[in-house]
């Protein structure tokens, strides 16, 4: 290797390789799913199978109308192959996100050259947001590869003009729009305003009023629609379009919401470590040129930035929509990123503040709003061991190695600090957030799946217990002799209904046995 050129040209693909196993691979089976979203998306699916029913997904009991019904599909399917299993639920958003990370660099190959795209992909796979999301038993992973699939061959239309492209827009949109609704049919605003900053109408009307194009989005995304329309009636209206689209952008649901500042820092957020990158990409703004490749770039970013400012509901994921082009951008003005300090401080920040966890979590055990939080934080010093450390402080001394390593071009020694960013992530804090918060779940879970008999949630939603337990548990007051699930802080509510005799408690999470009412 050439200290004059940094990384060889070999040693790309191994380590975007590395990085794809790491971010969305390691550890997939071992860390617990996570509550609230992965326990729904799991028992959902995994109450497809006991109820025969591959239609309408239900969760404890209940119809779920928050989804549709593709990545119920897709985990079904690695469940019928590899059994009820947190990898089995896991491994549809794993391969969706590497197919994404393979889209990007696909994408950039031929329009940056090889270099770019590799840069391009290292930074999707080791952004903190992609990384999250991308092993998550979620929709996010799928619907964002449907999303890019769709705006990259957006551009392929307007370079060629060809029908194959065109039409392949119409299937990544019908496919998005049975991963999570509306939001998938971002391709047409997005096209809409760059085909006209481009001057080009004749060639967006003829693929937005295109016969074929739309009989392929109704031929793939309307059976289910229909059907599930047809067999629910207006409660799938009322709860899939009404609540959890229109809802969800008119009005702040489940406390979600943020000033108009908010996906600005959101954007900060999902991109560590890249966020000085990012903060000196965007002045480029300043300096938009006319070249078709920015002006699209920029406006997928952009209208996903402003179309969710304007939401009421606000989550820092949704802004990943718009990060795809963000990573290109990167790439393509990587050797603007001269400054080593704004480029690596924001991974070094990263893994100090993982190193620091065990302290903030003793300090703000102290400090807890309520007594769940409290047993939660407690919990440190038995997840917080010497193994914890072993990695964050080898990559904090190899980052800081890297601030001083001039003949390597800074951002080729961000995307290297970026891999060690996201080992940090999966090997240490991740698996100490699973055993703080999840570990106690699933232990109570399996519990209760040895005593069998029927189980109740009391005063708390974790669906990720059903899925452990692998039995609905409904969401109502306990009858004598059932096992309730609940949380330490919330026995003195039990104890007005009747007497109980905890079987397990740990962690801020109880099983008890309710024995019966006061006499």
């Known amino acids: 290797m050439s200290p004059q050129q940094g990384l060889s040209a070999r040693a790309w693909p191994w380590l975007l390789a590395a990085a794809i196993l790491i971010a969305f691979f390691l550890h997939l089976q071992g860390i617990p799913l996570f509550d609230l979203d992965e326990g729904a998306f799991s028992e959902a699916t995994r109450e497809m199978f006991t109820r025969h029913d591959f239609l309408t997904t239900y969760l404890n009991g209940e119809p779920r109308f928050a989804k549709p019904i593709l990545i119920y599909w897709l985990q079904a399917a690695s469940v019928s192959v590899f059994g009820v299993h947190t990898f089995a639920f896991r491994l549809p958003s794993s391969l969706a996100a590497t197919a994404w990370v393979l889209a990007v660099f696909a994408f950039v190959r031929p329009r940056l050259g090889r270099e770019a795209a590799f840069a391009a992909a290292l930074v999707t796979v080791c952004s903190l947001g992609v990384a999250v999301i991308g092993r998550a038993a979620i929709a996010d992973a799928l ?5 890019a699939l769709a705006l990259f061959d957006v ?10 492209p065109r039409n392949r827009v119409f299937l990544w949109m019908a496919l998005g729009f049975l991963t999570k609704g509306p ?3 971002l391709a047409v605003p997005v096209s809409l305003l760059f085909f006209a900053a481009r001057k080009d109408w004749k060639a967006w009307l003829r693929a937005a009023f295109s016969p074929v194009g739309w009989a392929i989005f109704v031929a793939v995304a309307a059976p289910w629609y229909v059907a599930e329309y047809m067999h629910q009636g207006q409660a799938f209206i009322d709860g899939f379009f009404l609540k959890n689209n229109i809802g969800r952008y008119s009005s ?9 500042f908010y996906y600005a820092l959101a954007t900060l957020l999902v991109t560590l470590p890249f966020s000085g990158w990012v903060i000196r990409t965007l002045e480029r703004l300043r300096i938009v040129r006319s070249e078709p490749l920015d002006q699209f770039l920029w406006i997928w970013f952009g209208f996903v930035l402003l179309f969710f400012t304007f939401s009421a509901t606000k989550l820092p994921h949704y ?5 795809t082009p963000l990573f290109v951008l990167l790439a393509r003005y990587r050797e ?3 400054s080593r300090w704004l480029a690596l401080l924001p991974a070094l920040g990263f893994v100090g503040l993982v190193l620091a966890l065990p302290i903030l979590a003793k300090h703000l055990a102290d400090r807890a709003p309520n007594g769940y939080y409290r047993m939660v934080l407690e919990q440190g010093p038995q997840v917080f061991g010497v193994a914890y450390y072993v990695v964050p402080v080898l990559a904090f001394v190899a980052i800081c190695v890297l601030l001083f390593r001039p003949r390597w071009p800074v951002w080729q020694r961000t995307l290297i600090a970026g891999v060690l960013s996201i080992l940090v992530l999966m090997q240490s804090l991740m698996p100490a957030l699973g055993a703080l918060q999840q570990q106690p779940v699933k232990d109570a879970a399996l519990l209760a799946k040895k005593l069998g008999g029927p189980a109740v949630m009391w005063d708390l939603d974790m669906p990720s217990f059903s899925v452990y337990r692998q039995a609905v548990t409904p969401q109502i007051p306990p009858k004598p002799g059932d096992l309730v699930f609940t949380r330490a802080d919330h026995l003195d509510r039990l104890a007005k209904l009747g007497h109980y005799k ?8 109880v099983l008890a046995r309710f024995l019966g009412p006061h006499a």
């Open 319 to 323: 802004m990943l929509y718009g990060c």
């Open 183 to 185: 939001i998938a049919m």
């Open 502 to 509: 905890v079987l397990y408690e740990h962690g801020g999470i």
């Open 143 to 147: 619907l964002n590869l449907f999303i």
């Open 336 to 338: 603007q990123l001269r």
């Open 155 to 164: 551009y392929r239309y307007y370079e060629t003009g060809r029908a194959a």
């Open 252 to 260: 702040s649901m489940e406390h979600h919401g943020g000033d108009v």
